[in-house]
């Protein structure tokens, strides 16, 4: 009996949830794209599919960390298939670099537009086609209006969205159902000389129905790491001058 209650509860908070614009494919019910312990935030633990994601970005340097972060995410939202385009009048991302992420580069269409207003266009024409997985868009300024187009294609698609905002002037309100703040660790250089695993300060700054937190990830045999503050190391360039 009490399991029938559960099942019975866990139904009616996935159905409050779909009416209120969150919705969970197959893959979401089983919460699992490699999140680690950012999935508990999550309603039910699940990441929202069909929706739209906010993440601000300021400085080259919070830009390309960010960039790699929603990678991470598209090689989980992508890993039963699909493919993904990445609309930007000003692109991050450089193709190769999807490959560490477990990502070819041939299943991320790019398209590389003049214009933000063309790239919000495009963004809200690609997100109605529910043959995609995600659509990634770099858009610098976008107001709510807009950004509810967005959502409602997205309700009907079930694809996800990821809105970009880098050096936005006006970090105004718009409908998504997270907001994201993405910042670049240091990594953790082995015994061999190279480039460690990236790493990142990840700050969900509002999920609906959710629990907003702060966590160090890293990327690492092909998902997310949850890693201990105490293991940050410093650059060594700030030691010397520590």
Do not use: Y
């Amino acid at each position: 009996m009490n399991n029938n209650r559960a099942d019975i509860i866990s139904r009616l908070k996935r159905e409050i949830l779909s009416l209120e614009g969150l919705k969970f494919s197959a893959m979401g019910l089983q919460g699992d794209i490699g999140l680690g312990p950012i999935q508990a935030a999550f309603p039910n633990a699940c990441f929202p599919v069909g929706a739209v994601h906010e993440f601000l970005s300021a400085g080259n340097e919070n830009s390309a960390a960010t960039a790699g972060f929603i990678a991470g995410l598209l090689s989980g939202l992508m890993r039963n298939g699909g493919a993904s385009l990445w609309i930007s009048s000003s692109r991050t991302l450089s193709p190769p670099a999807l490959k560490a992420f477990d990502i070819e580069p041939d299943k991320i269409i790019f398209i590389d537009l003049q214009k933000e207003k063309e790239a919000l266009w495009a963004m809200e024409e690609a997100l109605k086609c529910d043959g995609l997985a995600a659509v990634v868009g770099e858009i610098r300024e976008i107001n709510f209006i807009t950004s509810r187009r967005l959502q409602l294609a997205v309700e009907q698609s079930q694809v996800t969205g990821f809105i970009l905002r880098h050096d936005s002037l006006n970090q105004n309100t718009i409908a998504s159902v997270s907001r994201w703040n993405i910042t670049p660790l240091p990594s953790e250089l082995e015994d061999l000389p190279g480039v460690g695993f990236p790493r990142w300060k990840v700050e969900l700054l509002k999920i609906r129905n959710g629990k907003p937190g702060s966590w160090n990830m890293q990327w690492s045999a092909g998902r997310f790491e949850h890693i201990s503050p105490s293991v940050i190391s410093v650059p060594q360039e700030k030691r010397k001058t520590g």
